[in-house]
Every structure is written in C-alpha cells, then in structure tokens.
C-alpha cells in the first residue's frame, strides 16, 4: 500500500476515533508486519493472522522495539489493554487497510494478556522464594538527617 493511501485512510480513523494517538497505528502495522514475518519463517505459514496470534507479535515487537518503556509509550498512545489493539484492527478493517474473515471478532481480543504481566514482568529482578524482602527504616526524624 501507498503511504498516501495508508496517510489518508489513517485520517480518516483518527477523525471517527481520535481515542488513539496516531504512531499507535503506524506501530500497530509494524507489529503485523513483524508478526507475519516471523510465522514465515517460523512455520513456512503466510496469511492471516488471529487476534491472539497478532498480539503474541504485538508483545514480542513492542519488548523488541521499545523494553522497560512499552508502558510509558503505550500510556502515550492511550493504549491500556489488549482490547484496545482489537479497536485499532477493526478501525482499520473498516477503512479497509487490514482484512478480517468471518470468524474474526473484537472479543478475540479481550483480556488476552496483562500488560503488566507482559510488559513489565520481565524487568523485574528476580526475588528468591525463601529470601524476604528488604525493608529500609529510617528512626531519626529528617532535620536531623541534614
């Protein structure tokens, strides 16, 4: 697809759905491209892909592209559940920049995954189970501090 295709239809989400910041879509067509990419070579397979196959890619691209930060710069985008993605697709659908089969459907997106569970999780420092954590008390009062 043309980029004036894909600019002007872009316009056109935003104006029905202005929800969603505009680099959130230019992402999203990334990660499909990515996730498709990657079944390829992965499996041989080409074609569509499902809700949950494209936010597995969408998961696996954003810790790529962007680590501790997928949080922030999806807070930015306005971007706080996988349901959101599947808004973005079927927006899309309609302006007919991404397809859809019969079975495809909006819930197909719902509660996939935690964003904190995907996003977050993995940059947290291991805590080992029989070690507690580390409590830091201060018993002077601050003015005395300084």
Not at 11 to 21: C, F, G, K, L, S
């Amino acid at each position: 697809m043309d980029q004036f295709k894909l600019d002007t239809a872009l316009d056109e989400v935003i104006a029905n759905e202005p929800r969603y910041h505009r680099g959130a879509y230019g992402f999203l067509r990334d990660a499909l491209d990515f996730t498709l990419k990657e079944r390829k070579k992965n499996t041989g397979e080409s074609g569509h892909v499902s809700g949950q196959q494209l936010l597995d890619g969408i998961r696996r691209f954003a810790l790529k592209q962007f680590g501790p930060m997928v949080p922030t710069v999806f807070e930015y985008w306005q971007i706080k559940c996988t349901e959101d993605f599947g808004h973005m697709v079927f927006a899309l659908v309609e302006v007919g920049i991404f397809g859809k089969t019969e079975r495809d459907s909006i819930t197909d997106f719902r509660d996939v995954y935690r964003f904190h569970d995907a996003f977050v999780a993995p940059f947290l420092p291991e805590q080992k189970a029989d070690t507690p954590p580390v409590r830091i008390t201060i018993d002077s009062p601050a003015e005395e501090l300084n």
